[in-house]
């Protein structure tokens, strides 16, 4: 069974500061997920990689496979980046299907 | 495109009432999933499925059944509701198995029995 650490837990940042969450999991994996889950609830999707680096605007993502982890870079944080961000890898279930273990999630909140 | 769709947003239920948490996606993926989110904790998978008729159950099944009667929807069924089955409910859906598709979530039901 894959386990998912993710840290901080909770992270409060100044407007413009670099954000930085970390992720480690246990069993070798074929990708990794990144997700945002916003105080309304609704969970988006941000990454999904199985190597090297991954950019969308001011997100980023990296991975190191031998290492067994996993950054989310946010630059010139943004209020609106407040959200709780999760961490995601598949394992394979005892039906032999793959499904994904979560981390308990990062919570960030950016003060303007 | 509406995604995946979730109802109801919120209930509240009495100890002992059935009720059935309803989700449809429209993306024609084949793989569907019901999780559970209590505060603190991460995601727990309550049920899966890997296409129509097929289902299998997560890592906390007890209280719950689903079916699977087509590719679109995947409802998941709670039988003599108990606290212990207080939580917020996401389903998702993915196109290829967890590990290599991406997935899309629904909008969550917030699920309080009193």
């Known amino acids: 069974k894959n386990e998912v650490e993710q840290s901080p837990q909770n992270l409060t940042a100044q407007e413009g500061e670099f954000i930085t969450i970390n992720c480690s999991y246990s069993?070798?994996?074929?990708?990794l997920h990144w997700l945002q889950q916003h105080p309304g609830g609704g969970i988006v999707s941000l990454f999904m990689?199985?190597?090297g680096k991954k950019k969308h605007g001011r997100l980023i993502a990296t991975i190191n496979i031998q290492e067994k982890h996993s950054s989310l870079h946010i630059t010139a944080s943004h209020p609106r980046d407040s959200a709780v961000y999760i961490c995601?890898?598949?394992?394979?279930?005892?039906?032999?299907?793959?499904?994904?273990?979560f981390g308990k999630g990062t919570k960030l909140t950016v003060n303007p | 495109n509406a995604g995946v769709t979730q109802t109801p947003k919120f209930r509240i239920l009495k100890i002992g009432q059935s009720m059935t948490l309803q989700c449809t996606q429209d993306?024609?993926?084949?793989?569907m999933y019901w999780y559970r989110q209590d505060p603190g904790m991460g995601l727990k998978l309550i049920y899966y499925?890997?296409?129509?008729?097929?289902?299998d159950k997560g890592e906390v099944p007890n209280g719950y059944n689903v079916s699977r009667s087509t590719t679109e929807d995947f409802p998941l069924r709670l039988e003599l509701a108990a606290p212990s089955q207080t939580s917020v409910y996401f389903c998702?859906?993915?196109?290829?198995?967890?590990?290599?598709?991406?997935?899309?979530f629904g909008s969550g039901t917030r699920l309080t029995v009193v």
């Open positions: 998702a859906s993915s196109s290829r198995t967890g590990g290599q598709g991406g997935y899309t």
């Open positions: 069993v070798g994996i074929s990708a």
């Open positions: 990689l199985s190597s």
């Open positions: 995601a890898v598949p394992t394979i279930t005892q039906g032999g299907s793959e499904k994904l273990v």
């Open positions: 993306m024609n993926h084949n793989y």
């Open positions: 499925s890997v296409g129509a008729g097929i289902t």
